[in-house]
């Protein structure tokens, strides 16, 4: 029985969910008068930062702007490299370019699918400025590792967290081991607002007082210090993300519930499952199990009502025209990278989702894997 459709996101639901306690906030904010850098944004930094054991949270526009504001206030720019990963969304890369600078890829661990650490001294020239591990799907980078070497070699760390918020390491949270930590609140990312947002959470305070200028056109008052931008999280923003930062780690608790139920029911078949390193808090912004019949799974998928997406099909240093004109360094091979675009599968994953949905994807693909199965005796044969 092909059921009601399973769909990929659960952000209405989510609202429904909590319609009074939203609908009470915008509503304040229209009746304040006040819409930009006002007292929602003051209350929702204080409140982030807090959660994330950081002392300073600047809100800004986007995760890609958190990026970039902060490479912009460490100097970083033209004839620099940052290393980073290629198998990530555009904009961890695309905010290095936005500053001049170069990014140098380093291949993942297929495993945890994060950078892997043990490449990155290798990748490290006399050009390096900073390196920009991502914690991709939920998942923290091995920032123990990450940070040793860049203590040793004195290069800035900037944690890209659009996917992590609320993750934490075996023996570290995330901002401990760093100069900044980038998020993002676009609506798809475990914490996101009904349009865009993001923010820098960073223990530097000269760090914090350099972003407050630049997302307000250098001016922190009345004085303009420098140049600066327009990138502002605005108050209808912040006042949504305040009242879903405290349901966040209740989600978060239903995402691993809900990977632990594809977990068990995924086991016998022949996909690759996401693996979490002993003792980390991994808060699966995404599930992503791994095929090379993935085209095949996902089609199969779709034609049982069942919306299953692919983050990333295409790895970076893989797109049409790259780079587009701009320098960039590819540190030895990214043939874990390369295998992983061509092999993953996002399944569907968000705290509204239910039980009997999942495991209903669980018995669709346990149905497509016999069928696969079928085929590889065929060919044995
Ligand atoms: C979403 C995302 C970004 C960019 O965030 P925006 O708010 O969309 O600009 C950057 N890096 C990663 C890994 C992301 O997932």
Redesign the pocket.
């Known amino acids: 029985m092909a059921g009601e459709k399973i769909g990929f996101y659960g952000h209405v639901r989510q609202y429904h969910n909590l319609k009074d306690e939203i609908d009470h906030a915008l509503h304040e904010v229209l009746e304040s008068g006040t819409y930009v850098l006002g007292p929602q944004l003051k209350q929702f930094e204080e409140e982030l930062a807090r959660y994330a054991h950081q002392r300073h949270a600047v809100g800004v526009?986007?995760?890609?702007?958190?990026?970039w504001l902060v490479f912009h206030a460490f100097g970083i720019g033209p004839g620099d490299e940052v290393i980073t990963t290629s198998n990530?969304?555009?904009?961890?890369a695309e905010?290095i370019w936005l500053v001049g600078a170069t990014p140098v890829f380093v291949d993942i661990d297929p495993k945890t699918r994060n950078l892997d650490p043990s490449l990155l001294e290798a990748a490290i020239s006399p050009h390096t400025k900073a390196i920009v591990p991502?914690?991709?799907y939920g998942q923290p980078a091995d920032m123990r590792a990450v940070s040793a070497i860049a203590k040793k070699h004195n290069l800035r760390v900037i944690e890209?967290n659009?996917?992590a918020l609320g993750a934490r390491g075996a023996d570290f949270t995330l901002g401990e081991l760093s100069d900044a930590v980038?998020t993002?609140?676009?609506i798809?990312?475990n914490l996101g607002c009904f349009g865009?947002?993001?923010a820098v959470l960073t223990n530097d305070e000269a760090l914090a007082t350099a972003l407050r200028r630049l997302r307000n056109h250098g001016s922190l008052k009345r004085s303009h210090h420098s140049l600066g931008f327009n990138s502002r999280l605005d108050e209808i923003h912040a006042a949504t993300l305040r009242v879903k930062l405290r349901h966040l780690d209740a989600w978060s608790d239903a995402r691993i519930r809900l990977a632990r139920q594809y977990d068990g029911g995924l086991a016998g078949t022949s996909l690759q499952l996401p693996w979490t390193l002993p003792g980390y808090r991994n808060v699966f912004?995404l599930y992503v199990v791994e095929t090379d019949e993935r085209d095949s799974l996902q089609a199969y998928l779709d034609s049982r009502g069942i919306t299953a997406l692919t983050h990333y099909p295409i790895a970076i240093h893989q797109q049409e025209s790259f780079p587009w004109g701009r320098p960039a360094r590819i540190a030895g091979s990214l043939k874990h990278t390369e295998r992983s675009a061509a092999r993953v599968l996002s399944l569907p994953m968000y705290p509204e989702l239910t039980e009997a949905e999942v495991n209903r994807v669980i018995e669709a693909i346990v149905a497509w894997d016999k069928t696969q199965a079928g085929k590889a005796q065929k060919v044995a044969r």
Not at 61 to 67: E, F, I, Q
Not at 88 to 92: E, G
């Open positions: 526009n986007s995760g890609t702007d958190a990026l990530t969304f555009f904009a961890t905010a991502v914690h991709l890209d659009a996917q980038c993002s609140f676009i798809q990312k865009d947002g993001g912004h």
